[in-house]
């Protein structure tokens, strides 16, 4: 019965893979690829929630709807920890891309971080589900997850300072030789002389930051 009212969706799935999967080159067959495997992710999703919400509620591991507190619904147990599920089923799929795609091995340093990261937040949420964690905990282990990607990021650290802030600077000798101590200055040849910041590890702290909040 559950494959019955998912079918279409297979379908759909297995036939954007036969039309396209084999035959279109490049970032078009990830495209393809992607979507047919992210299809058969929801279906396993909700397969597998109705199968694993037993072994929680076995476990203890439930709540109660506070906002139906004083009715029959308000006693019933809802399972906690839920999202590892989706989670795990997710972890799969992306580990299952990085097999059919691991020919680009310039990309393989990124994926990797990213999966750490990903792996990091997942073990986060199940722990703050069952031991419900205090809020520096929630700030602290978030900005920790982060260094994987601070770490594999080697693009651009420079931002482009606006020109009302550009002409404040280049007409404040004092300010703008304090600044140029400590980041590196360049004239944009693209856009109209504006001045470029190289914010260097301010800029990774900010993506860091960024990231948590």
Request: proline residues 3%; neutral net charge; charged residues 15%.
């Given at each position: 019965?559950?494959?019955q ?10 036939l954007?893979f036969?039309?396209?999967?084999w ?8 495209l ?18 109705p199968k694993?919400?037993?072994f ?18 308000g006693?019933k ?7 590892v ?28 971080s990213?999966l750490?990261s ?8 199940f ?21 994987p990607l ?11 300072i606006p020109?009302f ?16 101590k ?11 002389g ?5 914010l ?14």
């Amino acid at each position: 019965q559950f494959f019955q009212k998912n079918i279409l969706i297979c379908k759909f799935g297995i036939l954007m893979f036969e039309t396209f999967g084999w035959t279109t080159t490049g970032y078009g067959s990830q495209l393809v690829t992607s979507l047919c495997l992210s299809a058969l992710g929801y279906i396993g999703t909700l397969y597998m929630i109705p199968k694993f919400t037993g072994f929680l509620l076995r476990r203890g591991i439930f709540g109660k709807d506070l906002c139906k507190r004083g009715t029959k619904e308000g006693e019933k147990q809802i399972p906690e920890a839920v999202g590892v599920i989706p989670a795990t089923i997710f972890l799969i799929c992306i580990i299952l891309l990085q097999l059919l795609f691991s020919g680009d091995k310039s990309k393989i340093v990124d994926f990797h971080s990213a999966l750490l990261s990903i792996c990091f937040m997942i073990l986060l949420g199940f722990v703050d589900d069952v031991l419900d964690l205090p809020w520096r905990f929630k700030l602290l282990l978030p900005t920790v997850a982060t260094l994987p990607l601070l770490c594999a990021y080697n693009g651009s650290t420079s931002v482009l300072i606006p020109h009302f802030i550009s002409n404040y600077l280049v007409g404040n000798d004092h300010l703008l030789n304090l600044m140029e101590k400590t980041f590196d200055f360049t004239k944009s040849s693209n856009n109209g002389g504006a001045l470029l910041i190289d914010l260097s590890w301010v800029y990774l702290v900010y993506m860091g930051f960024l990231a948590v909040f």
